[in-house]
């Protein structure tokens, strides 16, 4: 009924109704983002990864931190998988959960915070300190109407920060800071008047940059660079989570964080859930299960397992449904196609739209590249069926890859139904049935 009413409503009375919202929700939680230093982060790829790797860096100051992302929440030392499928929360529960870390005694707060939640207005009444900015692709363009739209809903994020109030804790007053990355084209753009600084990073020598990753060393499943004087190590491969990383201690340096003490956090810190992690039943090949839903991020994904020691790469992927960036399809399945050597389609996120429309529209990209039905491309609709048909094809010393659900813990089909799911348990089961130690039954995704 209420969205039935939302789409019958004009703009104008939209804008008003996002932002009642908005302002009725930090009221009712007594406006708790002004008794925290906000970090807000956005981009196209890495905004969860960056915001996690911010809130442990933030924890070397001493004071509890607190983070709010599409993978994980987090409140001091309690931590908890996002089972909402959203990436910024709604305005109730974005101001909610803002109210459980002051009350928890929180001193950051930090936001992944999406171009649709600023369309609808999310981060109104979200009293910002720091913006960071890791990078653009195009994403989501159906949404937005266009790439330009897109960027300038990301672009809005940092003119809010900018002509948020600032605050005092304890005679010190918040500065606004603006951290930016300076290898992305767009970054630039970012750059808005009002913040107190803007500090740059990269990790390209090249550039000009505040912070600059120096002797960046990769090795399979960790990464390690200089950053002046103080070491980095991360428990996180590939040139990203490098960027990731200097996006997190950017805004150390913006707050007068301990350089050196927030690294040793870092280099402290394992994997997040659902991003390059891997799946360990004592098995004699290699599961992985990751986000990596967009060219960009599978592009990247790619280039680390290249690195790795396999023999066959086996990769299960789809794509998302509900009219979403419908172009990316072909192109997920020609680039799964020229990367792996067996490539299964299945279901992911479809909404109202027909899964066996979307997985032949990935599948049609493999074919592109040389893959053939029933050989090596399969079309297997059941999500559990198909990770179950990986593992029974894979051999000792094989890479089984599963993208595009990462943590997520429900499948969208169709009517809004939200079917539970979570991708690590699923893969643990189909390992166990492999090595004759019991799997349970295929469930009817």
């Not at 008794?35 to 100051?61: C, D, F, M, P, R």
Request: with cysteine; glycine share 10%; hydrophobic share 40%.
């Amino acid at each position: 009924m209420l969205y039935s009413l939302k789409k019958l409503l004009p703009s104008s009375w939209l804008y008003v109704y996002h932002r009642a919202l908005s302002w009725l929700a930090a009221a009712i939680y007594g406006n708790p983002s002004n008794k925290l230093v906000v970090v807000g982060i956005t981009g196209t790829n890495g905004k969860t990864t960056t915001a996690y790797l911010t809130a442990k860096a933030l924890e070397a100051s001493g004071f509890p931190t607190g983070c709010t992302t599409t993978a994980i929440f987090k409140i001091g030392e309690r931590e908890w998988l996002n089972k909402t499928k959203m990436t910024m929360l709604g305005r109730f529960g974005l101001q909610k959960m803002l109210n459980e870390m002051v009350k928890a005694g929180c001193r950051y707060a930090v936001i992944e915070t999406s171009s649709q939640g600023i369309l609808q207005h999310r981060h109104a009444h979200v009293n910002y300190d720091i913006a960071i900015f890791t990078n653009l692709t195009p994403e989501h363009i159906e949404a937005h109407g266009g790439f330009e739209n897109y960027k300038r809903a990301k672009i809005e994020l940092f003119r809010h920060a900018a002509a948020c109030p600032r605050k005092v804790f304890n005679g010190l007053t918040i500065p606004k800071v603006a951290v930016l990355n300076a290898g992305d084209e767009h970054a630039k753009d970012f750059a808005v008047k009002g913040f107190d600084r803007t500090l740059w990073y990269s990790s390209d020598t090249i550039k000009e940059a505040d912070l600059t990753a120096r002797n960046i060393q990769h090795n399979p499943l960790t990464t390690a660079f200089m950053l002046g004087e103080v070491r980095v190590v991360l428990n996180l491969p590939g040139i990203i989570n490098v960027e990731n990383a200097l996006a997190a201690l950017g805004t150390c340096s913006a707050l007068n964080v301990d350089l050196g003490q927030a690294a040793r956090k870092l280099e402290d810190m394992q994997n997040m859930p659902g991003r390059f992690e891997l799946v360990d039943e004592g098995q004699p090949w290699t599961v992985m299960v990751d986000y990596a839903p967009e060219p960009v991020s599978l592009s990247r994904l790619y280039e680390i397992i290249k690195k790795l020691p396999k023999k066959r790469l086996i990769h299960v992927l789809g794509s998302c449904g509900g009219g979403r960036d419908i172009g990316r399809r072909p192109i997920l399945g020609k680039m799964a196609g020229e990367n792996a050597d067996v490539v299964i389609v299945t279901n992911e996120d479809p909404y109202d739209d027909d899964p066996r429309v979307i997985m032949e529209q990935v599948a049609e990209g493999a074919r592109k590249a040389g893959k053939k039905d029933g050989v090596d491309l399969f079309i297997v609709e059941n999500r559990y069926v198909a990770i179950y048909e990986a593992m029974r094809l894979c051999e000792p010393g094989d890479f089984v890859l599963l993208t595009g659900k990462g943590s997520e813990q429900a499948i969208c089909v169709a009517g809004g139904q939200k079917i539970p799911w979570d991708e690590r348990e699923v893969a643990r089961k189909a390992i166990r049935a492999k090595m004759g130690k019991g799997g349970g039954k295929e469930s009817r995704i």
